[in-house]
């Protein structure tokens, strides 16, 4: 059972979360290891995080919204792959046992640790790729099976997933990274809700965790559009990073 101060702790972690997405990414790696030293089986504590931290996706589309109606085409190519895939992740997730899914969890925050640290030299390697090679040779149809891979993976765990993301629609994808990125925001918006939804009915879910941790996630997502002025990005993003690394060596530890 959790008490007043639990909440209040689960309400702060996703009220960080949402603030680290709106500026630079990689929310799930406060809120997950959060609820999981609340005393939550790890697969509930994903499942909860991943339902609670959906107002921010939304947000984030909303914000990119202008860039994504002129993408209307390519966004309904990719979006069935986005949406089946954020339910197979789903479906993945269910059918893991506690124990197996405990045992990846190192793993799990490593590897979306790594997908944070390389975002900025990802971005840079993806903005030369789009000014020196052109794409168009490429058919767009060959984003589905990688936005299917992608969206299967933010279904099961979510952590790194607009990175991802990102890099297979550059791969493919002829324009600018600014379009690209409102693209990416809609496509990793359509998977978590896929998952999120389809958590609604596994009763796996915490609701009133969910519910506080979402408002707290919208609130940090608000003050983090309001503070990117002031806040450096980059810095943020290696603070995460090390915790996130951190937190694996612990659970390699125990």
Not at 78 to 93: K, N, Y
Not at 106 to 134: D, K, M, V
Not at 222 to 246: D, E
């Amino acid at each position: 059972m959790l008490d007043g101060m639990d909440y209040l702790l689960a309400a702060l972690a996703a009220l960080a979360a949402g603030a680290i997405n709106a500026l630079a990414g990689g929310g799930t790696l406060i809120t997950f290891p959060t609820l999981i030293a609340l005393g939550i089986p790890p697969i509930v504590a994903n499942i909860t995080s991943t339902v609670a931290l959906c107002p921010g996706y939304f947000g984030a589309t909303l914000a990119q919204l202008k860039d994504i109606r002129t993408q209307t085409q390519r966004l309904w190519l990719v979006l069935p792959a986005a949406v089946l895939g954020g339910v197979l992740g789903g479906v993945l997730l269910l059918n893991t046992e506690e124990k197996v899914f405990q045992a990846l969890v190192p793993f799990l925050i490593l590897l979306a640790s790594l997908l944070l640290a390389i975002q900025t030299p990802l971005r840079a390697w993806l903005t030369r790729r789009l000014q020196t090679h052109s794409a168009q040779g490429i058919p767009q149809t060959w984003a589905i099976p990688l936005i299917l891979l992608a969206a299967i993976y933010g279904g099961y765990f979510g952590a790194g997933l607009s990175v991802i993301v990102l890099a297979a629609l550059a791969l493919i994808l002829d324009d600018s990274l600014t379009r690209l990125n409102a693209l990416k925001q809609a496509v990793a918006f359509g998977v978590n809700i896929a998952a999120a939804v389809f958590f609604l009915f596994s009763g796996k879910v915490i609701w009133i965790l969910a519910l506080v941790m979402a408002c707290g996630a919208l609130l940090g997502g608000v003050l983090g559009g309001k503070l990117a002025s002031s806040i450096n990005p980059n810095a943020l993003r290696w603070l995460v990073v090390s915790i996130g690394v951190m937190i694996a060596v612990i659970y390699w530890i125990k």
